[in-house]
């Protein structure tokens, strides 16, 4: 059975930083495009950037340049960056798998949560 486990998140204060990991199991995660998403409470989820099994990244507009995405592929393990974290970007974030080149998504993890305190 797939499964997406995320960990990494907490409290930070603003302009502060954190990684988030993102453990695979019955998945090679470089086979995949794997993204990070977020959702902010009373909003719709927000895809915040992928990378595809390449290795090429693509990110949101308001991460680029703060957000990085990397991999670990001797640990199955995907991570997310995050530097100059502002209030806005709390939120629960998680995981992603998709086909390699399919345009969805078909396995989300569970979700850490993030809360960026001003």
């Known amino acids: 059975q797939v499964q997406l486990v995320e960990s990494g998140g907490g409290l930070v204060q603003a302009g502060g930083s954190l990684r988030l990991s993102c453990v695979a199991s019955?998945?090679?995660?470089?086979?995949?495009?794997m993204g990070w998403f977020r959702q902010a409470p009373g909003k719709e989820r927000e895809f915040v950037g992928c990378?595809?099994?390449?290795?090429?990244?693509v990110y949101a507009d308001s991460m680029k340049g703060r957000f990085t995405i990397s991999r670990d592929s001797a640990k199955n393990t995907m991570y997310l960056q995050m530097n100059s974290l502002r209030p806005e970007d709390t939120a629960i974030y998680y995981c992603?798998?998709?086909?390699?080149?399919?345009?969805?998504?078909?396995?989300w993890g569970q979700g850490t949560q993030v809360t960026v305190s001003s």
């Open positions: 992603a798998a998709g086909l390699a080149y399919g345009s969805s998504y078909d396995y």
């Open positions: 019955e998945l090679t995660l470089s086979r995949y495009r």
């Open positions: 990378m595809w099994s390449s290795g090429l990244t």
